[in-house]
């Protein structure tokens, strides 16, 4: 007995002894977290209590779905060896990888659970060659990066953004595909709603746990504030809703479903009203081609037909209203003085060049031209900004500049390989299909164009996951098209 009640007593003493060493560290380490990512690892907590209270691996599923989708608008995340810088600054773990890594195990325990002959994960070989050319051109320019461990950093969220994409190119079918669409779409009423509060108000509504940055403002005669949603910035909100309006254009044209039908329009209107609200004038420009693209690749066969007629008549009489409505803050923004900041964009282009010419194979290094800027420009253009470290606003400038000739051959060809596959898919896929792939190329257009006046979407992880997820749908609809093309295979 004398052994067993010393035992017990150690227990009693060790027992409390070790949990209050684990709290007292526990409590330091959250003190010193921001705010984001205590909030960031409560929703882990909260997902994983989720996870176990839904047995059903279809709501799982279901729900990790949901989940991917709800992470780009609002960025929860984690961000590893953060450092102030102009490009990519941390390691984002963030709620759309996570949710990406567990779709993975719930696909391949759904594989192995019905011991089927067929793939576990199937793909697009060209398009999935893309991104990994990209990211292996990204390599090579470590030959020149000044500072590898920036360049291991832009290699980490490559790496993430496959992860992702490869995910969205994987789901299975039209009920997942669906959750993910209307997910997005909610994703814009949201962002719009926010937006709409920033520009009118001012304000900020306090959520900077989730992405919300103070507001930038224009001058007394404005109306309102720039709004940046959640996004952290109103030009990148730009980018957001650019991206997403084609596609949701895309489902209100291709939807057979009438509650479907009547959703998509909604959110094409909230979208375009949420587009407003960030007076980004590279935002507006890249809207009116794909929206034209999309319009034309899905009612070309549909155009003599009287209920196709009615339809377009009133689209029409509501993008009248909205173009009456938007006209003065428009004529305002593209007429007024702008201190200059269209004035920037050549001097720092030249400036770019100048630096290719002198990295013209590999470049300077991924996420390495903001640091090496000044130091390599020979133009003196890049002296405009007084801050130690900046970016050129032309997404293929810059991309040319990091990763050299090889880099930028490799990521058009992302673009280039997606365009060419959503071709055949609008050709040969049922409408659903075809509005899926059509809307995602022509947001990734509209992300080009833009891209053309500004750094463009890899700034921030949000907006480049879903740039990503959209190489995924279209990577998606062709699979699921070859599958009912040939169903053994």
């Known amino acids: 007995m004398y052994p067993a009640y010393r035992k017990e007593s150690y227990a009693r003493i060790v027992l409390p002894f070790i949990l209050g060493i684990g709290a007292a560290a526990t409590a330091i380490f959250l003190d010193e977290l921001k705010v984001k990512t205590i909030l960031a690892l409560l929703a882990a907590l909260a997902f994983l209590v989720g996870v176990l209270y839904f047995a059903s691996r279809k ?14 608008p609002f960025n929860l995340d984690i961000n590893l060896l953060y450092r102030e810088y102009v490009g990519v600054t941390s390691i984002d773990i963030g709620l759309s990888l996570l949710s990406a890594l567990l ?37 090579l320019s470590f030959a020149n990066a000044a500072s590898p461990e920036l360049s291991l950093l832009e290699l ?14 994987n789901l299975k079918d039209r009920s997942q595909v669906d959750t993910f669409l209307l997910t997005l779409s909610a994703g814009v009423v949201i962002e719009t709603a926010i937006a709409m509060y920033q520009y009118y108000t001012g304000h900020t509504l306090g959520l900077s746990a989730l992405g ?30 650019e991206i997403l309006i084609p596609l949701m254009f895309a489902m209100f044209l291709g939807e057979e479903r ?20 960030t007076l980004s004038r590279g935002g507006w420009m890249s809207l009116p081609l794909p929206l034209a693209l999309v319009f034309f690749c899905l009612i070309r066969k549909k155009i003599t037909q009287s209920k196709t007629l009615v339809g377009l008549f009133f689209v029409g009489m509501i993008f009248c209203g909205l173009g009456i409505l938007a ?48 130091t390599y420009d020979t133009t003196g253009g890049s002296s405009l900004f007084r801050t130690s470290t900046h970016v050129v606003h032309n997404l293929y400038l810059a991309v040319w500049a990091e990763t050299g000739t090889v880099g930028l051959i490799a990521f058009l060809w992302m673009f280039i390989a997606a365009l060419v596959i959503a071709f055949k898919v609008m050709l040969r896929a049922p409408p659903w299909q075809q509005a899926i792939a059509v809307g995602a190329a022509a947001g990734l257009i509209a992300q080009l164009i833009h891209g053309s006046a500004d750094p463009g979407f890899r700034i ?30």
């Open 156 to 169: 980490a969220r490559l790496g993430s953004l496959l992860i992702i994409f490869f995910i969205v190119m």
């Open 460 to 489: 921030l992880m949000n907006v480049s996951t879903l740039v990503y997820s959209m190489f995924g749908l279209i990577g998606a609809m062709s699979i699921l098209r070859r599958k009912e093309e040939s169903p053994g295979l």
């Open 258 to 277: 009438p509650l479907r039908k009547i959703w998509y329009s909604f959110v094409t209107i909230v979208g375009l009203v949420g587009i407003m609200t």
């Open 59 to 72: 709501n799982l599923t279901s729900i990790a779905i949901i989940f991917l989708g709800l992470g780009i």
């Open 212 to 241: 919300e940055r103070e507001l930038g403002t224009l001058e007394v005669w404005y109306a309102g504030s720039r709004a940046s949603g959640t996004i952290g910035h109103a030009n990148i909100l730009a980018y957001y809703f």
């Open 327 to 374: 006209y003065p803050t428009v004529q305002k923004r593209l007429t007024y003085e702008d201190f200059g900041s269209a004035a920037t964009r050549a001097p720092l282009n030249k400036a770019a060049l100048s630096i290719v010419r002198q990295f013209p194979v590999f470049g300077v290094g991924l996420n390495n031209l903001a640091k090496v800027f000044k």
């Open 103 to 139: 779709l993975y195990v719930l696909f391949l325990y759904e594989h192995y659970t019905k011991r089927t002959t067929e793939p576990t994960f199937r793909y697009n070989r060209t398009l999935l060659w893309a991104p990994i050319i990209y990211i292996l051109s990204g390599m």
